[in-house]
């Protein structure tokens, strides 16, 4: 709530920024850049927003100066200054990123036992992709998102659903990994797959959705999020850009797709959030939708009241 009344005002924690450019999300109004080392910390490399015109103007291997503001996550990038050009390859892989209509990939993966398999497995059943590593020290990403699932377990019991959650680091999570880590989260592999596989394979699959995890010296893996819905045909129906669904919102959904009447309450509730991410960055994913604009609405009413009155006052007053 704080961060969406903070991104509402444009509020700012600007700081001088100095950094290579490593790739361009255009689609996402994002680069990843590294930025420089200092004496106070290690060089970091994260993706930061940036306005569409400055953005344009970029390649990878850019050496730029900015201004940081670190009011949005992830942070934005303002007035940035082109020094040199150097030859700095792209990070991101060159692959065909996926979009809503497009089938799934027919890429080998292998799920926590081992075994192959493609995504052609869940044809004739809905299906929902998520990603997550093992190793994600946050809360509030992969071991909620994984929480999520679990949820959905339960409540796609007896519909069929296919869950499907694969790492972005598959270096690290072998099926054995990703067994243990299924195991503590009570999945049933029989509806619930966690999926490595070869680790060129398995990132050009988590590249296509939208996915590009940059190794960072302190937190670990940053990346942004997505969750996929997948049709009975195998036809991506929806791509949702943040971490702040809820099951709930992910059944209304199916709903849809199955032909059954939906809950207009969680559809409207999944689009505010998905707008607010939009608008202001990944700082107000816990945006709580309907109930959030409720509260924002109210204080605004509120902030207006007041002003209104203090506004008659003082005009009694001059009066």
């Given at each position: 709530?704080l961060?969406?009344?903070?991104?509402?005002?444009?509020?700012?924690?600007?700081?001088?920024?100095?950094?290579t450019?490593?790739?361009i999300?255009?689609?996402?109004?994002?680069?990843?850049?590294?930025?420089?080392?200092?004496?106070?910390?290690a060089?970091?490399?994260?993706?930061?927003?940036?306005?569409?015109?400055?953005?344009?103007?970029?390649?990878?291997?850019?050496?730029?100066?900015?201004?940081?503001?670190?009011?949005?996550k992830?942070?934005?990038?303002?007035?940035?200054?082109?020094?040199?050009?150097?030859?700095?390859?792209?990070a991101?892989?060159?692959?065909n990123?996926?979009?809503i209509?497009?089938?799934v990939?027919?890429t080998?993966?292998?799920?926590?036992?081992?075994?192959?398999?493609?995504?052609?497995?869940?044809?004739?059943?809905?299906?929902?992709?998520?990603?997550?590593?093992?190793?994600?020290?946050?809360?509030?990403?992969?071991?909620?998102t994984?929480?999520?699932?679990?949820?959905?377990?339960?409540?796609?019991?007896?519909?069929?659903?296919?869950?499907?959650?694969?790492?972005?680091?598959?270096?690290?999570?072998?099926?054995?990994?990703?067994?243990r880590?299924?195991?503590?989260?009570?999945?049933?592999?029989?509806?619930?797959?966690f999926?490595?596989?070869?680790?060129?394979?398995?990132?050009?699959?988590?590249?296509?959705?939208g996915?590009?995890?940059?190794?960072?010296?302190?937190?670990?893996?940053?990346?942004?999020?997505?969750?996929?819905?997948?049709?009975?045909?195998?036809?991506i129906?929806?791509?949702?850009?943040?971490?702040?669904?809820?099951?709930h919102?992910?059944?209304?959904?199916?709903?849809?797709?199955?032909?059954?009447?939906?809950?207009p309450?969680?559809?409207?509730?999944?689009?505010?959030?998905?707008?607010?991410?939009?608008?202001?960055?990944?700082?107000?994913?816990?945006?709580?939708?309907?109930?959030?604009?409720?509260?924002?609405?109210a204080?605004?009413a509120?902030?207006?009241?007041?002003?209104?009155?203090?506004?008659?006052a003082?005009?009694r007053?001059?009066g």
């Amino acid at each position: 709530m704080l961060a969406f009344l903070a991104c509402l005002v444009d509020a700012d924690a600007h700081g001088a920024f100095r950094g290579t450019v490593l790739a361009i999300q255009a689609s996402k109004g994002t680069a990843i850049v590294e930025r420089d080392k200092t004496a106070e910390e290690a060089g970091v490399t994260a993706p930061y927003r940036i306005d569409a015109a400055s953005l344009a103007k970029l390649h990878p291997g850019d050496r730029i100066a900015a201004t940081e503001d670190e009011s949005a996550k992830p942070s934005i990038l303002r007035d940035v200054m082109i020094d040199a050009n150097t030859t700095a390859p792209s990070a991101v892989r060159e692959v065909n990123q996926l979009a809503i209509g497009d089938k799934v990939p027919r890429t080998t993966l292998v799920d926590q036992d081992g075994r192959p398999f493609t995504l052609a497995r869940y044809l004739g059943k809905n299906l929902v992709v998520g990603f997550i590593y093992t190793r994600c020290r946050d809360a509030r990403e992969c071991p909620l998102t994984t929480s999520k699932f679990g949820q959905m377990q339960t409540m796609f019991a007896k519909r069929g659903v296919g869950l499907l959650e694969i790492t972005l680091d598959p270096q690290y999570d072998t099926p054995a990994v990703l067994k243990r880590y299924a195991t503590t989260f009570g999945a049933d592999p029989a509806r619930w797959t966690f999926a490595p596989g070869a680790p060129n394979d398995v990132l050009d699959v988590d590249a296509a959705f939208g996915l590009d995890p940059f190794a960072d010296p302190t937190v670990g893996l940053i990346h942004t999020e997505t969750l996929a819905i997948v049709d009975k045909t195998g036809t991506i129906s929806d791509l949702i850009y943040t971490n702040a669904w809820t099951p709930h919102e992910i059944g209304a959904e199916l709903d849809r797709l199955d032909g059954i009447a939906t809950n207009p309450f969680e559809t409207l509730d999944l689009w505010l959030k998905r707008a607010a991410v939009a608008a202001c960055g990944d700082s107000v994913a816990g945006f709580d939708g309907i109930l959030d604009l409720a509260v924002v609405l109210a204080i605004f009413a509120a902030a207006g009241y007041l002003l209104w009155r203090i506004y008659r006052a003082f005009g009694r007053a001059i009066g």
